[in-house]
């Protein structure tokens, strides 16, 4: 934990937060994100609860476009934070991405992810992280921009 001493604006001392949310994203004092991938995380698997209800009621092609809408969004929003985490930080959201994987094709539990995944055309989301940002920087560099 980084000491910094209170601020005073207005004559109102504002002391120092473990946390701040901006834009969405919940930052700590450490930058770990930590408290961000556990927030996105579990608002993330309420939504594949919800993809999964509606599996006897869409046909595949639906259903995956109801899994983009409501699951990859949340998993790809400020995905670039992630770069360079380590892998056990974005473990949950793997984890996310691959019960999500499971629920649109009505797999088992535990059927092995990486067919799936395959399947689908998805990437893991330390690749897809990375795809992402290459993808943006090839666009800035040859002046398609985002």
């Known amino acids: 934990y980084i000491y910094c001493p209170s601020l005073a604006l207005g004559g109102e001392n504002l002391s120092p937060?473990?946390?701040a949310r901006n834009l969405g994203v919940l930052l700590d004092s450490q930058l770990k994100l930590e408290h961000h991938l556990s927030a996105v995380a579990g608002r993330t698997f309420a939504q594949v609860r919800l993809v999964h209800q509606l599996r006897p009621y869409l046909d595949r092609e639906a259903l995956l476009t109801v899994?983009?809408?409501l699951v990859t969004s949340r998993l790809d929003y400020c995905n670039a934070l992630y770069m360079g985490l380590p892998l056990?930080?974005?473990w949950r959201l793997q984890l996310v991405q691959n019960v999500a994987a499971r629920a649109v094709v009505g797999a088992p539990r535990y059927t092995h992810i990486?067919?799936?995944?395959?399947?689908l055309h998805w990437?893991?989301?330390g690749l897809r992280t990375q795809f992402k940002?290459?993808?943006i920087t090839f666009k800035a560099l040859h002046g398609s921009g985002p």
């Not at 990486?114 to 399947?119: K, N």
């Open 133 to 135: 940002v290459l993808v």
């Open 114 to 119: 990486t067919p799936i995944l395959r399947e």
């Open 123 to 125: 990437l893991p989301i």
């Open 67 to 69: 899994t983009h809408a």
């Open 88 to 90: 056990k930080s974005v």
């Open 17 to 19: 937060s473990e946390r």
